[in-house]
């Protein structure tokens, strides 16, 4: 199965981040919600492997 990478979504839906690796975008969402404190990152980015599907590997969560 090929991986098309990782790409971080807020809690509306919209993408903020992508990577090729998952250490990549675990590291730009970290960057995106520290940038954008309470900005439509209070609930996280999830995290989702892009595969043949869509499938969700992690939430990361911005802790104050």
């Known amino acids: 199965m090929r991986n098309f990478g990782y790409?971080?979504?807020c809690?509306?839906?919209k993408p903020r981040?992508?990577?090729?690796s998952f250490e990549d975008c675990k590291t730009q969402a970290k960057e995106f919600m520290d940038a954008n404190a309470k900005y439509?990152?209070?609930k996280g980015i999830f995290i989702y492997k892009l595969a043949e599907?869509?499938?969700?590997i992690k939430r990361i969560q911005n802790v104050d």
């Open 7 to 9: 790409v971080g979504y």
């Open 11 to 13: 809690h509306v839906g």
């Open 17 to 20: 981040v992508w990577a090729e």
């Open 40 to 42: 439509l990152t209070r």
């Open 53 to 56: 599907k869509k499938e969700l």
